[in-house]
T-cell receptor, first 114, second 115 residues
């Protein structure tokens, strides 16, 4: 039962353009969402998060959008840089559970070409 | 300030042997989480521990797996009588407190290979 889905296994973007990574979820109890970035042979690194009471959160080049009615969130990276090439994981947390108990998607491999 | 330290980075075991994975959280962090990533999948929650206490083990397989976080020393994830299906990357994460916007800091993981 995949409660968090990232349907695009990979995404290729030109440097300077926008990267849009998508994530869908099915559990209505999720109330906090996070994006993590992972380089090979390293652990995931926190990128940005959003609470379910908001529909947008921005941090520099990274913006996360949340559409609760569609149970969909997206990560926008503008402008994309070659150093952004990594695996991006969407994660969600259900209300009433431990704060570190996250449900992860399968990941999307982002490649930014110079 | 050192990050979350996991060792070994790579561990090879034969079927039926025991695997011990160690995790030292970041300094000042008292909350430890273990996650497992199977090939081509996302990370899956296994267990949440505080010092000397297991808080949530809802993601742990019922048999052969155990975890501890003693008063002194690292957290240990122990897998007894390993099978090929246990081959995966095991990640440990830590956090200093439990707040809504708390984020986890992950170690680099231990890649377990069962022959």
């Amino acid at each position: 039962d995949q409660q968090v889905k990232q349907n695009s296994p990979s995404l290729s973007v030109q440097e300077g353009r926008i990267s849009i990574l998508n994530c869908d979820y099915t559990n209505s109890m999720f109330d906090y969402f996070l994006w993590y970035k992972k380089y090979p042979a390293e652990g995931p690194t926190f990128l940005i998060s959003i609470s379910s009471i908001k529909d947008k959160n921005e941090d520099g080049r990274f913006t996360v959008f949340l559409n609760k009615s569609a149970k969909h969130l997206s990560l926008h990276i503008v402008p994309s840089q070659p150093g952004d090439s990594a695996v991006y994981f969407c994660a969600a947390r259900a209300g009433g559970t431990s704060y570190g108990k996250l449900t992860f998607g399968q990941g999307t491999i982002l490649t930014v070409h110079p | 300030n050192a990050g979350v330290m996991q060792n070994p980075r790579h561990l090879v075991r034969r079927r039926g042997q025991e695997a011990r994975l160690r995790c030292s959280p970041m300094k000042g962090h008292s909350h430890v989480y273990w996650y497992r990533q199977l090939p081509e999948e996302g990370l899956k929650f296994m267990v949440y521990l505080q010092k000397e206490n297991i808080i949530d083990e809802s993601g742990m397989p019922k048999e052969r797996f155990s975890a501890e976080f003693p008063k002194e020393g690292p957290s240990i994830l122990r897998i007894q009588q390993v099978v090929r299906g246990d081959s995966a990357a095991y990640f440990c994460a830590s956090s200093p407190r439990q707040t809504e916007n708390e984020k986890l800091f992950f170690g680099s993981g231990t890649q377990l290979s069962v022959l």
